[in-house]
């Protein structure tokens, strides 16, 4: 938990103005931020061309251009890093389909961990507009979603860093799995 309580600090003094706490803030998270990368960019089709480390700086780039981050510690840090990086896979992606004029859509394959049987390839576009929706409806479950398999945290961090029982994170994540994998059939 030290190194929790040093990375809140640390942006802290980022907001307070201080570029060397953000320099600091990032490379703390680095490590962290590149298996995130990693994680999303395995779910990807063949062909593309970003790897975890641009993907990665990228994600930087886009989240240093507010003067001001809407967060307060790493595990909300880390969650907005991940939908980041999804983002630029999906813009990637549209970038990608509209140079081919209207290309078929990208497909990833969703985690077997919580795919069920399913090996379906889903359309990406589709699972970041329910993940959106999700949000909309209940975004404690959003967020669990996001932290367990975007940004690969295990069950007992996340719920130690949320403040729930792991019973709850466990129940919470099966609903939210199912509700999404709900949303992407009906689509």
Partial sequence: MGADADITALM?????????????????????????ADRLLRG???????????????????????DSLPVNDRRHLLALSARVMRQVLIDSARRRRRAKRGGS??????DPRWAGASSEPLDVEAFEEAL????????RKAELLQLRHLAGLPLVEIAELTGLSS?????????????????LESA
């Fill in 167 to 183: 019973s709850t994170v466990k129940r919470d994540l099966r609903w939210a799995r199912a509700w999404i994998m709900t949303e």
């Fill in 44 to 66: 990807e089709a063949a062909g593309h061309t970003l790897q975890p480390t641009a993907l990665v700086h990228e994600a930087y780039l886009r989240l240093g251009v507010s």
């Fill in 105 to 110: 859509a990208r497909w990833v394959t969703l």
């Fill in 12 to 36: 802290e003094q980022w907001r307070a103005g201080d570029p060397m706490a953000e320099e600091a803030v990032f490379r703390g998270l680095y490590g962290e931020l590149r298996e995130i």
């Fill in 132 to 139: 959106v929706r999700l949000e909309a409806l209940d975004p």
